[in-house]
T-cell receptor, first 111, second 115 residues
Framework: DQQVKQNSPSLSVQEGRISILNCDYT??????FLWYKKYPAEGPTFLIS?????DKNEDGRFTVFLNKSAKHLSLHIVPSQPGDSAVYFC??????????FGQGTTLQVKP | DAGVIQSPRHEVTEMGQEVTLRCKPI?????LFWYRQTMMRGLELLIY????????DSGMPEDRFSAKMPNASFSTLKIQPSEPRDSAVYFC?????????????FGSGTQLSVL
């Protein structure tokens, strides 16, 4: 039972353009959402988060949007840079503290 | 702070052997998580501890897997006997008191290959 789904295994964009990574969830009890970035041979690192009481959170080039009615969140990266090439995981938390991750999307930003 | 430390970085073993993965969380963090990364399921939560007590082990695939946290600075994940389908990257992560900081801090992972 995959409660957090990232349906696009990979995404390729040109440097300077916008990258949009998508994530869907099934559990309406999730109250906090996070995005993590992972480089090869490293552990995932925190990127940005959003509470379920908000619909948008911005941090520099990264913006996360939450659509609760659609149970959908997205990560926008503008402008995309080659150093953004990595695997991106979305994650969701219920009040119990358990953090559930999606399958990940591999982003490639071409120079 | 050295971050979350996992050992070994790589483990190659033969089917049927016992495998022990180790983790040292960030000092002061009272939550510890074990995840497994596979292509099909992404980052899959196996078990997590709060104040050294296992809270949820529903993600542990079967009885061959066991995890312990004897003290606040050390945890192990053991697979006995190991099987080829256990081959994956295993991550340990920790975080502080919930509500103060929701972020998990991950170690670099252990790449396990069971032949």
């Amino acid at each position: 039972d995959q409660q957090v789904k990232q349906n696009s295994p990979s995404l390729s964009v040109q440097e300077g353009r916008i990258s949009i990574l998508n994530c869907d969830y099934t559990n309406s009890m999730f109250d906090y959402f996070l995005w993590y970035k992972k480089y090869p041979a490293e552990g995932p690192t925190f990127l940005i988060s959003i509470s379920s009481i908000k619909d948008k959170n911005e941090d520099g080039r990264f913006t996360v949007f939450l659509n609760k009615s659609a149970k959908h969140l997205s990560l926008h990266i503008v402008p995309s840079q080659p150093g953004d090439s990595a695997v991106y995981f979305c994650a969701a938390r219920r009040f119990t503290g358990k953090l559930i991750f999606g399958q990940g999307t591999t982003l490639q930003v071409k120079p | 702070d050295a971050g979350v430390i996992q050992s070994p970085r790589h483990e190659v073993t033969e089917m049927g052997q016992e495998v022990t993965l180790r983790c040292k969380p960030i000092s002061g963090h009272d939550y510890l998580f074990w995840y497994r990364q596979t292509m099909m399921r992404g980052l899959e939560l196996l078990i997590y501890f709060n104040n050294n007590v296992p809270i949820d082990d529903s993600g542990m695939p079967e009885d061959r897997f066991s995890a312990k946290m004897p003290n606040a600075s050390f945890s192990t994940l053991k697979i006995q006997p190991s099987e080829p389908r256990d081959s994956a990257v295993y991550f340990c992560a920790s975080r502080g008191y919930r509500g103060a900081n929701e972020k998990l801090f991950f170690g670099s992972g252990t790449q396990l290959s069971v032949l």
